[in-house]
């Protein structure tokens, strides 16, 4: 009779759980409130196991390096090992204690087929060799969703090497204060920066009641709109506007032509916008309303008419830099313009930015929870739930969810998508609900 016993019996999860040892942690892009409370819990969990935890400095960009510009990498100068004392009061504490960087070790990599294009997955076969050198059984990756793009790049990368290399596995955290992520409802970060701008609108609402004047505020929050949308709730904004108002009066056309030829793009109206806040201005003043405030999300810079974007420079991600461009205070001037055209009267319009200083304030309770579970979920999905190529997420009351990188990664370009504010949506209803309810003026 054949031998039909197993001469090697499949790994349970505890067995597959108990191989990881040594963990790294990387956190990349920009900087978000509850970030070291993210980056605390995971190492408790860990180190109450026996398990070590290393902390790469400011993202990617020493992995990257390794082995062409950086032959070795130090312990005091590219990574920590996590000890006690570093976790004493971190969970509240502001910034992020491993730092981060916009450093992009898949720049270039455009589809699967370039992962085994040696000139395009250099810099992040150095990342790979890299934790390999330093003994890493797994990365726990924290950032955005070009940050969750990397992470799935080296988990696919994996996936190219011999049968017999080293794998390691990874888990990716959410994190961005603009909330524009797919797979999770909220993301740490987001409630706070909300509360921070939202004070900062108030205080220019009272300026601006003082003053008899109006203030165009620009809050951060990339392409989707719902950091604006959040901070003209909490600061009773008169008017928000984000990307996805541009519809009707507010979109144009435009042909743009690049190196792939000629495409016809949607723009935004700024001269429909000036004449909206106009509107808005007037409706206020027949209610005997001489001041006000209007947010907009700095998403709109990004659909400019393509002269107002020409020599505008862009990040490793090939992303507009929209914090150059000012929109607030190109609107602001616009409108000012349009109001004398339209009365014949002079009216102080300013513009401001707000969300830079928002980044690394001081964590809202909710946010350091919310961001502890994540902590947490990352050492559960690793050691509990043995997954790999996982992002973890929370719903409901910090319940948690391992969503796969193939639900959140378009498979043949290996870009991930923007979550838009549903203009069906009550979140986006309420916002335009407790706005002025503007009447045309024209």
């Excluded at 504490?93 to 087929?113: E, F, Q, V």
């Excluded at 740490?188 to 004047?213: I, P, Y």
């Excluded at 309770?365 to 973890?392: I, K, N, P, T």
């Amino acid at each position: 009779m054949p031998d039909t016993a197993d001469p090697s019996p499949p790994q349970t999860l505890a067995h597959l759980g108990d191989q990881i040892q040594r963990v790294g942690i990387v956190f990349s892009g920009g900087p978000a409130p509850a970030a070291n409370a993210v980056i605390c819990a995971a190492v408790m969990c860990f180190r109450r196991q026996g398990r070590e935890v290393l902390g790469f400095r400011h993202g990617y960009g020493s992995l990257q390096e390794f082995g062409d510009e950086l032959q070795e990498l130090s312990a005091d100068d590219h990574y920590f090992r996590f000890e006690d004392h570093h976790l004493r009061g971190l969970r509240n504490a502001r910034g992020i204690i491993i730092g981060t960087a916009r450093a992009n070790p898949g720049k270039g990599i455009h589809g699967p087929a370039d992962l085994r294009i040696p000139e395009k997955t250099r810099r992040l076969d150095n990342v790979y060799r890299a934790l390999c050198e330093l003994g890493v059984d797994a990365l726990i990756s924290i950032g955005g969703d070009d940050t969750l793009k990397t992470a799935n790049f080296l988990y696919e990368y994996q996936k190219t090497l011999p049968a017999d290399a080293k794998r390691i596995r990874v888990v990716h955290l959410p994190k961005t204060i603009d909330n524009d992520y797919r797979g999770i409802d909220f993301t740490f970060g987001f409630f706070t920066a909300v509360d921070f701008m939202a004070q900062e609108l108030l205080n220019l609402r009272a300026d601006a009641m003082a003053t008899g004047s109006y203030f165009i505020v620009e809050t951060m929050g990339r392409k989707a709109g719902w950091l604006s949308y959040g901070v003209a709730i909490a600061g009773e904004a008169h008017l928000v506007v984000a990307v996805e108002d541009v519809q009707g009066e507010l979109a144009l056309k435009q042909v743009v032509r690049d190196g792939h030829g000629e495409r016809v793009e949607q723009c935004l109206n700024l001269e429909a916008l000036a004449d909206r806040i106009v509107d808005l201005v007037l409706t206020r003043e027949q209610r005997g309303k001489s001041y006000g405030t209007v947010v907009l999300a700095e998403g709109l810079a990004e659909m400019l008419p393509q002269s107002f974007l020409d020599g505008v420079s862009r990040d490793e991600h090939g992303h507009i830099s929209l914090g150059k461009i000012d929109i607030g205070k190109l609107v602001a001037q616009v409108v000012g313009e349009r109001f004398l055209e339209r009365t014949g009267r002079k009216k102080k319009v300013t513009g401001v930015q707000l969300g830079y200083e928002s980044r690394c304030s001081m964590p809202h309770a909710f946010d350091v929870m919310l961001g502890s579970q994540l902590g947490v979920g990352a050492y559960r999905a690793l050691v509990e739930e043995a997954l790999d190529g996982h992002m973890v997420s929370v719903t409901g009351q910090l319940d948690l969810q391992f969503v796969p990188f193939s639900a959140l990664i378009d498979p043949k370009t290996l870009l991930t998508e923007v979550r838009f504010v549903s203009l069906d949506s009550d979140f986006h209803r309420l916002a335009r609900l407790l706005g002025t309810r503007i009447q045309s003026q024209g």
